[in-house]
Structures are given as C-alpha cells and as structure tokens.
C-alpha cells in the first residue's frame, strides 16, 4: 500500500521567512513524489517532481529515501505563494496510482 | 493546448437523487481519472481509465458509483442514489499515459448533498 502523510494542516510564515512544507511516504518500491498546488480560484496544477531536481518559483524539494520524506522548501516566502500544497506519490506496478496527501495550507502574511 | 474541460461546475441534489459529471480530457492524453476530494482532505482516486479500459477502481463505492469512457476521450461519472457523505468536488485529470506525468486536472464539479 503506498500513503502520503503531511502533518500540518496549517501553516502560517512572514514575508521572507523560509518555508518548509513537510511530506511523508510510504511505499515499498522506488516511488515517484511529487507537489502539486492550488492557488486561491484556479485548479490543482504541477508544482515539481523529484526526478525533475529542478527549482520552480523558488521553491525545491529532496527526495530523502532513509527518512521517507519529501519536504517542500523555500529561502524566501513572498505574498503570492499563499495556496493549498499537495504531496502525491506514484507508485508503479501495473497502474501507476497516484496518491495524494491531506494538503497543507500555506498563508505568507505581509 | 486546452485544458481538462468538467461540467457543470456546480451541482445541487437531494440525498437518493441520481447525478452524473461530465470530463473531455486533453487532445491525446490516453489515462483518465477520477478523484474524489472532500472538504480538508486530499484528492482520492475513485477509477483510472487506460482509453476505454478501466486501470484501477479499487476505491470505487460500485453500489452507487458508476463510470464510463466509451470511445477512449470522453467520461461520465454517476451517482446513483445518492448520499449525504457524496458531498465533495469531483476531479478529472488527464495525462499522456500511465506512466506518464503529470496529471492535468480540470476545475472540478463541486456537489452538495442535501
């Protein structure tokens, strides 16, 4: 069985504070994690995937086998990041199921 | 390209009326899905389509819930009767195939209960 765990509900940071957005996995292959977001009025959209090891709007993620996590993370909030976050998981066998986590609900106060 | 197309967006019902949802994917995207988000949680997977071939329903209620996509582009999601607990946006989502990444959702139908 393959489970995404994000453990804050919440999460509230400053203007130019760092943000870290944790995540959790578990999955008894090589999964593929992922962050999706969804911006206040606009659909759930691709933030970034771990094979990607790319840096988008700022933000990174690391993909930590020994731990199981994948936690999202950024120097410097600014105003516009506030969204709903998502961390997903895609296993493989034969239907490549994509499972998300609960969402964590990132505010960046002026 | 033209994104994920869901209607209606809204949806108002009475507990043990019938609903159905409607989803055209991207132009070309084989894998189509289904998820099931209720208020504070994360997006559930109720049926993964390959084209016309169903992938994965495991999480499925098939006692109410039915789904098809008969020529391989187009899904209709149904709700037959349904329940207070059904009230939640229902989530299509295409992508190019089954391992292929990532998943392109459309905007959701919202459904209330009553």
């Known amino acids: 069985a393959q489970r995404v765990t994000q453990p804050e509900k919440l999460l509230s940071v400053f203007k130019g504070a760092p943000v870290e957005l944790k995540c959790n996995y578990s999955?008894?292959?090589?999964?593929?994690l992922f962050w999706y977001v969804q911006y206040s009025r606009q659909r759930l959209q691709l933030l970034l995937r771990h094979i990607s090891r790319e840096s988008i709007k700022g933000f990174t993620a690391d993909l930590n086998k020994g731990e199981t996590s994948f936690h999202l993370k950024k120097p410097f909030a600014q105003e516009e990041d506030s969204a709903m976050y998502y961390c997903a998981l895609k296993g493989g066998g034969s239907n490549y199921k994509l499972t998300f986590g609960k969402g964590t609900l990132l505010t960046v106060n002026p | 390209e033209a994104g994920v197309a869901q209607s209606p967006r809204y949806k108002i019902i009475e507990k043990r009326q019938s609903v159905a949802f409607w989803c055209n994917p991207i132009?070309?995207?084989?894998?189509l899905y289904w998820y099931q988000q209720i208020l504070g949680q994360g997006p559930k997977l109720l049926i993964q389509f390959q084209n016309n071939g169903v992938v994965d329903d495991s999480q499925l209620p098939k006692d109410r819930f039915s789904a098809e996509r008969l020529k391989g582009v187009d899904s209709t999601l149904k709700i037959q009767p349904a329940k207070l607990e059904d009230s939640a946006v229902y989530l299509c989502?295409?992508?190019?195939?089954?391992?292929?990444?990532?998943?392109?959702f459309g905007n959701g139908t919202r459904l209330t209960v009553t």
């Open positions: 999955y008894s292959g090589s999964p593929e």
């Open positions: 989502a295409s992508s190019p195939s089954l391992a292929g990444s990532p998943l392109h």
């Open positions: 132009s070309g995207h084989a894998t």
